[in-house]
């Protein structure tokens, strides 16, 4: 049973800087893609990022050249969230799908992904 649990969610100021971390455990395969997205009270989940195994990412147009994502060899995937806005404020979603290709223009699509996080609470305050 694959597992993805968030850490590093918290409060700061505009402009400010966050690493959310994501830790995932039993995967049976190698290749996977693992995402990030976050969720207004209300709003439709956004994908963010998205990184595979040959460390290729995808970001979204939103977050270009603010946050990057990253993994290491212990499953651990980052996200880096700098030049933080208030619109940046969300719960911030772990997600994981099976796939040789992380790439790709539907590759953030919310229904591509199986495994899911708790959420971890990001607000950046004016």
């Known amino acids: 049973q694959v597992q993805l649990v968030e850490s590093g969610g918290g409060s700061v100021q505009s402009g400010g800087s966050l690493r959310l971390s994501c830790a995932a455990s039993?995967?049976?395969?190698?290749?996977?893609?693992t995402a990030w997205f976050r969720q207004a009270s209300g709003q439709a989940r956004e994908g963010v990022a998205v990184i595979g195994n040959d460390g290729r990412a995808t970001l979204a147009d939103s977050v270009q050249g603010r946050f990057t994502i990253s993994q290491d060899n212990a499953k651990i995937t980052y996200l880096q969230m700098n030049s933080l806005k208030p619109e940046d404020t969300d719960i911030y979603y772990c997600?994981?799908?099976?796939?040789?290709?992380?790439?790709?223009?539907?590759?953030?699509?919310?229904?591509?992904?199986?495994?899911w996080g708790q959420g971890t609470q990001v607000t950046v305050s004016s």
């Open positions: 997600a994981a799908r099976r796939d040789y290709v992380c790439s790709g223009p539907y590759t953030l699509l919310t229904s591509r992904y199986e495994y």
């Open positions: 039993g995967y049976v395969s190698s290749n996977y893609c």
